[in-house]
């Protein structure tokens, strides 16, 4: 069932393209025209709504910017329509609206579903969109890696289940062996760590100073130093306020206002404000009282001691080399402890952590050996049937002798994992690589296909993967640029053919200049420029019915009104519905 289906795209000042729409159908579409009519740019197009490269030499001369946009129609449970709402994108009644612009400047903005995006949201998207093939993807397939991503794919659980246990495996293992390293590799450094700490721990320990301390001894220290004026000053107060044993004459506070007390206490009752008063100089003469005594009792008790203010200076001398070393003040410090005996303990216990690390990177490395033989076995098991089916369908495109084969193979390392007795490299897809392989007629080697297949033979090699693809793992838009290279006569009928047969569970578009391709298409779109070299909004049309023989027919013989070619025409087209 497809999931989504490209509807439209408009390309505006894009290369040879001024303002154009392309509109697109479920099913197979051939895109024809002239060469340089601009056939090419609705890949591109669509490369840059999918997040490709965004080129400033791709924007018309004299245009300020290229804009592409498009319509998808996607299923609401889709993939991709689920991650473009997580993105804050809105389908429209089912369609996903995508936008790409790119300046002359080579500026680039992205909107999907009317929000602004980042260009590597399209880019996420794509995968579960649109599978691109042009002569740039073939090549692409030339790398033994992604030939194993390939054969990964169409496994499916059989290898994405046990590959989901190594790659767990493997990220723990490296976790493990990072930790591992950096233990040893600094043993010095932590072990110099270690003895200024325990140094810093039995200093402070050797002092067993206490939160606060630091404080109460500086008040104290204070206290101690000026002792004799604080009492000189009290006594004097003393005095002041309660006389002078040895000179009576002089008349002290307390005497005073007891004077003033009784003088009121006489007259109190003639009138309430006055006792009011006398009453308030009562409470005076009592608290002149309490202070009279408290000065007293603390000049008796000020300790003038200088043993004591020597033990004292001494002791916040102590403290200071502390907080000198380890905190702003002994609060400080002993948080400082706290800690350090916290990290000592850590780097105590080194040679305990180094051989549990070195016993838990030994059983990751044989549980590896164990994960990597299964999948090994599950790829190897994938691949005779990959190479069969893709076998298979290369007899369909004109290569019946053709046969395709897989190398599984490990490269030896004596520091890699064991694996069929034998240490081999390793890393986090697993020991294997993989490479395709391709005897294209009897007699002779398989040869990897960069070197044993032809341009179009690679082409072919390419959808009869893509055909096996869409049996197992399906995209739900293909679109195919000069997947037909080198190719012609019955092997481009046989090509035609497939990708009808893709387009019966995707949406197929091919870029092609072969008729007998364009003649299995559901639906033929031909690019024309106008006399200045611009493809306009018109410039983009769907043949029917006699326009769609008159196309085919340039195509064949390059005169449109040839009779032998309109008949040839026609009978791809009669050929072409049997197959339908």
């Not at 602004?116 to 579960?128: I, K, Q, R, T, Y």
């Not at 002791?315 to 916290?342: M, N, P």
């Not at 216990?349 to 016993?359: K, V």
């Not at 306009?536 to 326009?547: A, F, W």
């Amino acid at each position: 069932m497809v999931v989504s289906v490209l509807e439209e795209m408009r390309i505006r000042s894009l290369g040879v393209i001024d303002d154009a729409v392309v509109e697109l159908s479920p099913g197979f579409t051939a895109v024809t025209g002239e060469t340089g009519a601009g056939k090419t740019m609705v890949v591109t197009s669509l490369g840059l709504l999918l997040g490709g490269r965004a080129d400033p030499a791709l924007v018309r001369i004299g245009a300020k910017s290229a804009v592409v946009e498009g319509r998808i129609r996607v299923s609401p449970d889709a993939p991709a329509a689920l991650r473009a709402e997580e993105a804050g994108a809105e389908l429209d009644e089912g369609t996903l609206l995508i936008s790409r612009t790119v300046s002359a400047e080579g500026r680039s903005r992205a909107h999907l579903g009317g929000r602004s995006v980042p260009v590597g949201m399209l880019s996420e998207l794509a995968d579960e969109l649109v599978a691109v093939h042009g002569q740039t993807d073939q090549q692409g397939l030339l790398r033994p890696a992604r030939q194993r991503e390939a054969l990964d794919r169409y496994a499916g659980d059989a290898v994405s289940g046990p590959h989901a246990k190594y790659a767990a495996a493997y990220r723990r293992l490296r976790a493990v062996g990072a930790e591992l390293e950096e233990i040893t590799t600094r043993a010095r450094e932590r072990a110099q760590e270690a003895d200024l700490l325990r140094f810093g721990l039995n200093e402070v320990a050797s002092v067993e100073p206490r939160a606060g301390e630091d404080v109460e001894l500086a008040a104290e220290a204070e206290r101690l130093g000026h002792a004799e004026a604080l009492a000189s000053a009290a006594s004097v107060a003393h005095a002041g306020l309660a006389g002078n044993p040895e000179d009576p004459e002089v008349v002290d506070a307390t005497t005073l206002v007891a004077a003033a007390g009784r003088a009121l206490d006489a007259v109190r009752s003639h009138d309430p404000a006055l006792a009011a008063l006398a009453d308030r100089i009562g409470e005076i003469s009592i608290l002149l009282g309490d202070v009279a005594g408290e000065l007293a009792g603390y000049a008796d008790n000020l300790d003038a001691d200088p043993l004591r203010l020597a033990a004292v200076e001494e002791r916040r001398a102590a403290l200071t080399q502390l907080t000198r070393k380890y905190g702003q003040d002994i609060t400080a410090v002993l948080a400082w402890a706290e800690d350090g005996a916290s990290r000592l303990t850590e780097l105590d216990g080194d040679d305990d952590r180094i051989g549990e690390l070195t016993a838990e990177r030994d059983a990751l490395r044989d549980e590896l050996s164990g994960l990597a033989q299964a999948l090994t076995d599950a790829r190897t098991e994938a691949a005779a049937r990959f190479a069969e089916a893709v076998t298979k369908e290369l007899a369909s495109l004109a290569m019946p002798h053709a046969r395709v084969s897989f190398a599984i193979r490990q490269t030896e390392d004596p520091e890699g994992v064991v694996v069929d007795g034998r240490p081999v490299a390793y890393g986090p897809s697993g020991v294997d690589e993989v490479e395709l392989l391709l005897a294209p007629h009897p007699g002779a080697p398989p040869r990897p296909i960069a070197k044993g297949a032809s341009g179009g033979e690679l082409s072919r090699v390419m959808l009869a993967v893509e055909v096996v693809f869409a049996g197992t793992d399906p995209v739900p838009t293909y679109l195919f640029d000069e997947v037909d290279a080198g190719v012609g006569g019955k092997a481009a009928v046989e090509i035609g053919r497939r990708l009808a047969k893709l387009a019966k569970s995707a949406q197929v578009v091919v870029v092609t200049h072969l008729p007998q391709v364009a003649a299995f298409a559901d639906r033929q779109l031909l690019v024309e420029k106008t006399n200045d070299g611009t493809v306009t909004r018109s410039g983009v049309t769907v043949l029917e019915g006699e326009d769609r023989v008159r196309e085919l027919s340039r195509m064949l013989a390059g005169q449109e009104n040839s009779e032998t070619a309109r008949a040839h025409a026609e009978e791809l087209l009669a050929t072409a519905r049997a197959d339908g």
